[in-house]
């Protein structure tokens, strides 16, 4: 990297560090998943990152985003920002992070696919936290597989579109304002090229919503469409180009969960070694039992790897490179040590480690998820696989220097 993205970069990562130990502090983000009321505590969480100007780096500038030259285009997000902001968010507070990373996800599409006129009239409401997002690609037959997709788009003669079926595991179902839905226009369930991308309000009549509980709480639930009708102008991209366009976003925000468990990994390994020197046993301090100190050094070595895996992939999307690999490697390593790391952090505590509420027990709660979502870490092998065999083949690298 330059000297200039490298001082844009660190310059950012302390604001984002400041901001969110604040902002944590001011909502006891400790206890922020234990508020009965998830909307309420999404709410407060939105409120306090619209105050810090972060979310203008979830829409692109030439969308009305903040301005990111020279990391990325106008055109696009700049996966090194997301990546520094997720990791200082998710250290400390796992609301401030789903929230900040889903005004992204469920608005990238529109930034991507929309018509000018769509796009000027939501994504500065995105930035502004006037209109919550929601991505709405998994179904009950569908997730890491998206052709399984069989929420039907029927076109109607006046060029609108009705639409009928399901969505679930859907982050900010009930408070979102809008939400962006992969639909099939054409063919059958495992046929990719009938699949197109909507805008859907969330006031559209036929449209409900059923909430339901994860490990980690927040706004999430299913979502009913019963003959929802929609606008040709609500067609984002192309029809046919869902499919693409849902995978330019989770692309391009994927790299990001890696770095957001780094982030809540590294506040894990942070409450260890304050436990560690803290608490005593058998007149002196646990930290000087070796086997705890390996556990340390191995925690801290696990997520150096990660995020300098994290460090790459984020590097070669911003630069326009071929990253398929890059991205698997860095979401699948840091999603597994990062769960290891929460763990061992568990363990260290002892009987306080699962008392609900303490930090560990919500550390090793809000990462489980990220080894499932936007793709599996199971996934992530066969992508990372497939790319090693494919360049073995054609003798071409994919980060790895080739034995003779």
């Given at each position: 990297?330059?000297?200039?993205?490298?001082?844009?970069?660190?310059?950012?990562?302390?604001?984002?560090?400041?901001?969110?130990?604040?902002?944590?502090?001011?909502?006891?983000?400790?206890?922020?998943?234990?508020?009965?009321?998830?909307?309420?505590?999404?709410?407060?969480?939105?409120?306090?990152?619209?105050?810090?100007?972060?979310?203008?780096y979830?829409?692109?500038?030439?969308?009305?985003?903040?301005?990111?030259?020279?990391?990325?285009?106008?055109?696009?997000v700049?996966?090194?920002?997301?990546?520094?902001?997720?990791?200082?968010?998710?250290?400390?507070?796992?609301?401030?992070?789903?929230?900040?990373?889903?005004?992204?996800?469920?608005?990238?599409?529109?930034?991507l696919?929309?018509s000018?006129?769509?796009?000027?009239?939501?994504?500065?409401?995105v930035?502004?936290?006037?209109?919550?997002?929601?991505?709405a690609l998994?179904?009950?037959g569908a997730?890491?597989?998206?052709?399984?997709v069989?929420?039907?788009?029927?076109?109607?003669?006046?060029?609108?579109?009705?639409?009928r079926?399901?969505?679930?595991?859907?982050?900010?179902?009930g408070?979102?304002?809008?939400?962006?839905?992969?639909?099939?226009?054409?063919?059958?369930?495992?046929?990719?090229?009938?699949?197109?991308?909507?805008?859907?309000?969330?006031?559209?009549?036929?449209?409900?919503?059923?909430?339901?509980?994860?490990?980690?709480?927040?706004p999430?639930?299913?979502?009913?469409?019963?003959g929802?009708?929609?606008?040709?102008?609500?067609?984002?991209?192309r029809?046919?180009?869902?499919?693409?366009?849902?995978?330019?976003?989770?692309?391009?925000f994927?790299?990001?969960?890696?770095?957001?468990?780094?982030?809540?990994?590294?506040r894990?390994?942070h409450?260890?070694?304050?436990?560690?020197?803290?608490?005593?046993?058998?007149?002196?301090?646990l930290?000087?039992?070796?086997?705890?100190?390996?556990?340390?050094?191995e925690?801290?070595?696990?997520?150096?790897?990660?995020?300098?895996l994290?460090?790459?992939?984020?590097?070669?999307?911003?630069r326009?490179l071929?990253?398929?690999?890059e991205?698997?490697?860095?979401?699948?390593?840091?999603?597994?040590?990062?769960?290891?790391?929460?763990?061992?952090?568990?363990?260290?505590?002892?009987?306080?480690?699962v008392r609900r509420?303490?930090?560990?027990?919500?550390l090793?709660?809000?990462?489980?998820?990220?080894?499932?979502?936007?793709?599996?870490?199971?996934?992530?092998?066969?992508?990372?696989?497939k790319?090693l065999?494919?360049?073995?083949?054609?003798?071409?690298s994919?980060?790895?220097?080739r034995?003779?």
């Amino acid at each position: 990297m330059s000297d200039a993205e490298d001082t844009f970069l660190d310059g950012l990562r302390g604001c984002a560090r400041d901001f969110a130990r604040g902002a944590a502090g001011a909502l006891e983000a400790r206890d922020i998943r234990d508020i009965p009321d998830e909307d309420r505590a999404a709410a407060l969480a939105l409120a306090r990152l619209v105050g810090s100007g972060l979310l203008g780096y979830v829409v692109p500038a030439a969308c009305g985003g903040a301005d990111v030259t020279p990391l990325a285009e106008r055109e696009r997000v700049s996966v090194r920002v997301l990546c520094a902001i997720r990791e200082a968010l998710a250290f400390h507070s796992g609301m401030l992070d789903v929230v900040f990373v889903e005004q992204g996800l469920g608005s990238y599409p529109v930034a991507l696919g929309g018509s000018e006129p769509l796009r000027a009239a939501l994504l500065g409401a995105v930035t502004r936290g006037e209109s919550i997002a929601a991505f709405a690609l998994t179904e009950d037959g569908a997730g890491s597989d998206l052709a399984g997709v069989a929420l039907e788009a029927s076109e109607r003669d006046d060029g609108s579109f009705v639409l009928r079926g399901h969505k679930t595991y859907i982050t900010n179902a009930g408070i979102a304002d809008f939400y962006t839905v992969l639909a099939r226009t054409e063919g059958r369930p495992g046929d990719a090229d009938g699949l197109t991308m909507f805008y859907v309000p969330a006031t559209a009549p036929g449209l409900t919503v059923e909430r339901f509980e994860v490990t980690a709480p927040h706004p999430i639930g299913r979502v009913e469409f019963d003959g929802v009708v929609v606008p040709s102008s609500a067609l984002l991209g192309r029809r046919g180009g869902g499919l693409e366009l849902a995978v330019a976003t989770l692309n391009t925000f994927r790299t990001s969960v890696a770095a957001a468990a780094v982030g809540f990994a590294r506040r894990a390994l942070h409450e260890s070694v304050r436990h560690l020197e803290a608490r005593q046993q058998f007149g002196r301090a646990l930290s000087s039992f070796q086997g705890l100190r390996f556990d340390l050094a191995e925690m801290d070595t696990r997520l150096r790897a990660a995020e300098l895996l994290v460090a790459e992939a984020a590097l070669r999307v911003d630069r326009g490179l071929p990253a398929r690999a890059e991205i698997a490697r860095a979401k699948l390593y840091a999603t597994e040590t990062a769960s290891w790391v929460c763990d061992r952090a568990v363990q260290h505590h002892g009987g306080s480690g699962v008392r609900r509420g303490s930090i560990v027990e919500a550390l090793w709660r809000d990462v489980r998820a990220l080894r499932i979502y936007e793709g599996t870490s199971e996934v992530q092998k066969l992508i990372l696989a497939k790319e090693l065999l494919q360049a073995s083949r054609s003798q071409t690298s994919v980060g790895l220097p080739r034995v003779n």
